[in-house]
């Protein structure tokens, strides 16, 4: 597998990514070896979606979070940068 070094895919979602992947085709060929027998499919993506609301749910709460604080910051006249801000406009 090669990867490209300026990405723009953080390497904690790439694995994300090929873990929920591995997990997929790991259900459907149990799936395909019992003969349905096993609910595998609808297990691996259940539990995989109850993943994705559970991280986004948990950055609604950093954001509010994060937002909170540097207008509280702003409010009081400091200067508050962002966390990973890119600083793009100088």
Same mark, same amino acid.
Do not use: R
């Given at each position: 597998?090669?990867?490209?070094q300026?990405?723009? @895919?953080?390497?904690? @979602? *790439?694995?994300l $990514?090929? $873990?929920?992947? =591995? *997990?997929?085709?790991?259900? /459907?060929?149990?799936?395909?070896?019992?003969?349905?027998?096993?609910?595998?499919?609808?297990?691996?993506?259940? $539990?995989? =979606? *109850? *993943?994705?609301?559970?991280? !986004?749910?948990?950055l =609604?709460?950093?954001? =509010?979070?994060?937002?909170?604080?540097?207008? !509280?910051?702003?409010?009081?006249?400091?200067?508050? /940068?962002?966390?990973?801000? !890119?600083?793009v406009?100088?």
């Amino acid at each position: 597998m090669v990867f490209v070094q300026n990405s723009n @895919i953080s390497p904690d @979602i *790439l694995g994300l $990514i090929i $873990i929920s992947l =591995l *997990l997929v085709l790991a259900s /459907c060929g149990i799936s395909v070896n019992t003969n349905g027998e096993i609910n595998a499919v609808n297990a691996v993506l259940d $539990i995989l =979606l *109850l *993943l994705y609301i559970f991280l !986004m749910i948990s950055l =609604l709460y950093f954001q =509010l979070f994060v937002v909170s604080f540097a207008a !509280m910051k702003a409010y009081n006249g400091e200067h508050y /940068c962002y966390l990973w801000t !890119m600083k793009v406009i100088q």
